[in-house]
């Protein structure tokens, strides 16, 4: 199985602040990486698919990029509502797997 | 408005069956592989089952294999999920979610809990 490792499991930021949040993949996934945010008692919604590609209707300070099997989510500037559990999803080959989430909240 | 409603959770026993169902709007359901993922509480997602179109071909995670059997029927716009021999670790919210570039849709999930 693919062991996706995320990073780190919190933080917490204030608003404006840019966050960064890494997953490393144990093996090559090419770019069959998506990233997904999840607030309390909701069901997850993708932000980036395609390891880089924004999901329709995502606010453009959220992007994703890869760099062989490290892949990172990046939010530029960070907004009241953006304060959530985030992971990434590898979907290379089964069985897919998820990062263990990062859980983003108030400084 | 593309929409997926899930149903049939509930408390059970330990060692008994649960038949989850979902039910897709707004999308033709037979163009589209189809997932099960499930989230312990307090914890993460776990991916647990998929589908493809016409039911040819399926894939389990190892810890429901032999367990749990995926189908759909896509005249009734309806994903399935059969639960057997359920154990205190399945307990879970259960989302069914479509397969687009990996999982872009999804419902807003089912509570089941296994329990004596």
């Known amino acids: 199985d693919i062991q996706m490792t995320q990073s780190p499991s919190s933080l917490s930021a204030s608003v404006g602040d840019r966050v960064t949040i890494t997953c490393r993949a144990s093996q090559g996934i090419r770019n069959d990486l998506g990233w997904y945010q999840q607030k309390p008692g909701k069901a997850p919604k993708r932000l980036i698919y395609?390891?880089?590609n924004l999901q329709s209707g995502v606010p453009s300070r959220f992007s994703g990029s890869a760099s062989g099997t490290e892949f990172t989510l990046t939010i530029s500037s960070l907004q009241p509502e953006d304060f959530a559990t985030y992971y990434c999803?590898?979907?290379?080959?089964?069985?897919?797997?998820f990062g263990q989430g990062t859980k983003v909240e108030i400084k | 408005e593309v929409q997926l409603v899930e149903s049939g959770g509930g408390l059970i026993q330990p060692g008994g069956s649960l038949r989850l169902s979902c039910a897709a709007s707004g999308f033709t359901l037979s163009s589209y592989w189809m997932h099960w993922v499930r989230q312990d509480p307090g914890k993460g997602l776990v991916w647990v089952s998929r589908i493809d179109t016409d039911e040819t071909s399926t894939n389990y995670a190892d810890s429901v294999k032999g367990r749990f059997t995926i189908s759909r029927d896509n005249a009734k716009n309806t994903l399935y999920l059969q639960m057997n021999s359920l154990r205190a670790e399945d307990t879970a919210v259960y989302y069914c979610?479509?397969?687009?570039?990996?999982?872009?849709?999804w419902g807003q999930g089912t509570t089941v809990t296994v329990s004596s």
């Open positions: 395609a390891a880089s």
């Open positions: 979610v479509r397969g687009y570039y990996g999982l872009d849709v």
């Open positions: 999803l590898q979907h290379s080959s089964y069985p897919w797997t």
